[in-house]
T-cell receptor, first 115, second 111 residues
């Protein structure tokens, strides 16, 4: 009964490779997000989708491309990986119009290591 | 643009003591959240504060919001070891759902 799941949990790859991270939520939420947590634990929004439509696109290199095939899934594809992409990537989802408006539920994270 | 600052960054305290983590934000924030993160784990939602003067309590943790001072606090009462974690505050505004996080406070409770 996992609410927000991500695969893989760990990803080790070499510079220049292309990789994808997948996210699925079974909460029936409309909005999904990608956040990056760097080595100093700082969390920053990357993207947000609402019902498959991109609504937030922060200043992220265009090597990062999110894709939402349906409102329960939000994947993140990264081209030409660089050392600085090493981080933990969290997927999150949130409902609209609930009592705890905007509360985001986070997935377990994907630790990406680029060597 | 909303900016969120937390202090302290690191906090080491003895079991049984009380302490407060502070979260200041730069512009209007319609909602203020507190999250907990254990090492290597995900973020767990603790509190959602929606209005000025809001106070919420869960166990030994109590969060409050003062929108006029642009300040939220997380108060820990009679700390116990299992409260050791990193605590984040985050703000967001209606119509823009992204969370802007503070730097986090790494709390260590010493027996």
């Amino acid at each position: 009964d996992t609410a927000v799941s991500q695969t893989p949990k760990y990803l080790v790859t070499q510079m220049g490779n292309d990789k994808s991270i997948k996210c699925e939520q079974n909460l029936g939420h409309d909005t999904m997000y990608w956040y990056k947590q760097d080595s100093k634990k700082f969390l920053k929004i990357m993207f947000s989708y609402n019902n498959k439509e991109l609504i937030i696109n922060e200043t992220v290199p265009n090597r990062f491309s999110p894709k939402s095939p349906d409102k329960a899934h939000l994947n993140l594809h990264i081209n030409s990986l660089e050392l600085g992409d090493s981080a933990v990537y969290f997927c999150a989802s949130s409902p609209r119009g609930s009592g705890r408006e905007g509360e985001q539920y986070f997935g377990p994270g994907t630790r990406l290591t680029v060597t | 643009e909303l900016k969120v600052e937390q202090n302290p960054l690191f906090l080491s305290m003895q079991e049984g003591k009380n302490y407060t983590i502070y979260c200041n934000y730069s512009t209007t924030s319609d909602r203020l959240y507190w999250y907990r993160q254990d090492p290597g784990k995900s973020l767990e939602s603790l509190f959602v504060l929606l209005s000025n003067g809001a106070v919420k309590q869960e166990g030994r943790l109590m969060a409050s919001l003062d929108t006029k001072a642009r300040l939220s606090t997380l108060h820990i009462t009679a700390a116990v070891h299992d409260l050791s974690a990193t605590y984040f505050c985050a703000g967001s505004n209606f119509g823009n759902e992204k969370l802007t996080f503070g730097t986090g406070t790494r709390l260590t409770i010493i027996p």
